[in-house]
């Protein structure tokens, strides 16, 4: 972030600005078991999943030209018109990720 406090959104759009790639992939943090196999339909088709606002691929040229660092990432998934896909079968919790260490923790057992 180019600002402490901006959020995620903010995030994509310091991430945006500084990478200047024609095609963005946005992943939490908080989900370190997400595969490959999970983003392939992402990758593939852009968008997001249903319920889901990251993962996410976008085109930057998406991107809305009054977006806010403070907004949330499920407005900036729906501004950017991006397709929500079905969650693929058993991706859910990998996708969801962890929010407390004890969340973490059942993933990377699994």
Do not use: F, K
Not at 4 to 20: E, Q, T
Not at 34 to 56: K, N, Q
């Amino acid at each position: 972030d180019d600002t402490a406090g901006a959020g995620p959104v903010g995030g994509v759009l310091a991430g945006a600005r500084a990478l200047g790639t024609a095609r963005l992939l946005v992943l939490a943090v908080d989900a370190p078991t997400i595969t490959l196999e999970d983003l392939a339909p992402l990758l593939a088709m852009g968008g997001c999943y249903e319920g889901l606002p990251v993962p996410m691929v976008l085109d930057a040229a998406a991107l809305p030209a009054d977006a806010e660092a403070g907004w949330p990432l499920r407005r900036l998934a729906e501004r950017a018109g991006l397709q929500a896909l079905p969650v693929p079968d058993g991706a859910l919790l990998r996708l969801r990720g962890a929010n407390t260490p004890e969340e973490r923790d059942a993933l990377l057992r699994r």
